[in-house]
C-alpha cells in the first residue's frame, strides 16, 4: 500500500517567486492536512481539507493557499516567496476520522528560498 | 502562543534504560493526544495516542501516562533501543466546529540518544 506521496523532494526558489506542492493521499484517505517544519517555530499547522472543502486554516498569511481536488490529491501554493517561507513542508492524509486512526504523514518538500 | 509545551528538547539515554518525555498543555478542550516519532529526512510517524477518559495506554515498550487534572501526559520508552534515535513530538487536538476533524497543535520535540 502506497503511502503519502510528496512531490517535488527538494526545491529551490528566489525571493518574490510562487511554488506549488502537490500531495497524493494514501488510497481511500479524503482527509488532507498540511504542516510547515521548520526548527525555529516547529510544526505549523496550515490547512485541513475534507472532501475538496477548507475544514481548517492556520494562522499563515494569504500568500499561502491551498486546495483539493475530487480525487482527494492536494496542492498547495505560495506566491511572492520570503526567505522566511524556507521549510519542510509535510502533508498528512487520515481516512476520514483524523483522530481516530491518526495522520500518515509524506516524507515532506524541502523548500529553500534564496 | 505554544499551544503545547513538551521537555525536555534533549535527552541521552543508555540503551536498555527508560527515556521520559513530558508535555502539557493549557486548552481543556483538546481531547486527543498523540505522539510522532520523526526520523531524519522522513515525516512524522504516529507512535501511540490517548484520549483523556484513560489514565494510561500501553503498546509495545512505548506508554503514554496522561494526568487530566494537571493537563499533562507522558511518553515513556521502555528498554530504549540505539534504533530509537529520533525526534519525537507531543501534539494535541480538538474536536472542530462542526467536524471530526483537527488540527494539531505539535510540540517543539525532542532529540533522543541512545548510546550502546
Known amino acids: 500500500k502506497a503511502g503519502v506521496t510528496q512531490t517535488p523532494r527538494y526545491l529551490i526558489k528566489t525571493r518574490g517567486q510562487q511554488v506549488t506542492l502537490s500531495c497524493s493521499p494514501i488510497?481511500?484517505?479524503?482527509?488532507v492536512s498540511w504542516y510547515q517544519q521548520t526548527p525555529g517555530q516547529g510544526l505549523q499547522f496550515l490547512f485541513e481539507?475534507?472532501?475538496?472543502?477548507?475544514?481548517n486554516k492556520g494562522n499563515f498569511p494569504g500568500r499561502f493557499s491551498g486546495r483539493q481536488f475530487s480525487n482527494s490529491r492536494s496542492e498547495m501554493n505560495v506566491s511572492t516567496l520570503e526567505l522566511g517561507d524556507s521549510a519542510l513542508y509535510l502533508c498528512?492524509?487520515?481516512?476520514?476520522?483524523?483522530?481516530?486512526?491518526?495522520?500518515?504523514f509524506g516524507s515532506g518538500t524541502r523548500l529553500t528560498v534564496v | 502562543q505554544q499551544q503545547v509545551k513538551q521537555s525536555p528538547q534533549s535527552l541521552i539515554v543508555q540503551k536498555g534504560g527508560i527515556s521520559i518525555i513530558n508535555c502539557a498543555y493549557e486548552?481543556?478542550?483538546?481531547?486527543?493526544f498523540p505522539w510522532y516519532q520523526q526520523f531524519p529526512g522522513k515525516g512524522p510517524a504516529l507512535l501511540i495516542a490517548?484520549?483523556?477518559?484513560?489514565s494510561e495506554k500501553k503498546e509495545g515498550r512505548f506508554t503514554i501516562s496522561f494526568n487530566k487534572s494537571a493537563k499533562q501526559f507522558s511518553l515513556h520508552i521502555m528498554d530504549s533501543q540505539p534504533g530509537d534515535s529520533a525526534t519525537y513530538f507531543c501534539?494535541?487536538?480538538?474536536?472542530?466546529?462542526?467536524?471530526?476533524?483537527?488540527?494539531?497543535?505539535f510540540g517543539r520535540g525532542t532529540q533522543l540518544t541512545v548510546w550502546p
Open positions: 501534539a494535541a487536538s480538538n474536536r472542530g466546529r462542526g467536524s471530526t476533524l483537527g488540527r494539531l497543535y
Open positions: 481539507y475534507f472532501s475538496e472543502t477548507q475544514r
Open positions: 490517548i484520549r483523556p477518559d484513560v
Open positions: 498528512a492524509s487520515s481516512p476520514g476520522e483524523a483522530r481516530r486512526h491518526g495522520y500518515t
Open positions: 488510497s481511500g484517505h479524503r482527509s
Open positions: 486548552n481543556t478542550a483538546f481531547d486527543y
